[in-house]
């Protein structure tokens, strides 16, 4: 066995290099983790836009539709008849684009009741728009819920200060 004087100085080298290559391990481990949080922010950020910009699609088409749908007898006659066929087409479009983006089936079966609701207003069967607002309140309450889970939407009460 050697002495102190020649094994110290080789086993302080050694557990210098085993606690620089510790810490460099736990560095990379803590960027990792970092870049990775990084991207799933963006990630979700992302798809808030997308989804974002469908479901105002979707609500500019239902609250056409509705418009159409629930003065279609005072318009009458066939040109109010195509154009809102032609809606209907789209709203099942916008529709579609909701099933395609959204991350929960509350979101995607919100939107199809609410669909399927206007579409019932479209051929005649609804003639009262407050046969619409539960399936459109339901449709908005899962909207948010997939933009930004665990998060509850405010009540909407106008009477409470901000």
Known sequence: MGSWGTLGPA??????????AG??????????RASTRQLEVQESAAHRAELKDAVLKFVRIALQVEK???????????AADSELGQLVDDLW?????IDLAARSEPLRGATYRYAFRLAEAARG??????ALRGPQVRFMDAAYGDMWPGQR??????????
Do not use: K, N
């Not at 069967?125 to 407050?130: F, P, R």
């Not at 939407?153 to 901000?162: C, I, N």
């Open 11 to 20: 086993l302080l080298s050694l557990a210098g290099v085993a606690l620089g």
């Open 93 to 97: 479009l916008a529709q579609a684009e």
């Open 68 to 78: 159409v749908a629930l003065t279609r007898s005072e318009a009458g006659g066939p």
């Open 153 to 162: 939407r405010a009540d909407g009460d106008l009477s409470s200060t901000r």
């Open 23 to 32: 810490g460099s391990l736990f560095g990379q481990y803590l960027v990792s």
């Open 125 to 130: 069967e609804i003639a009262d728009a407050s």
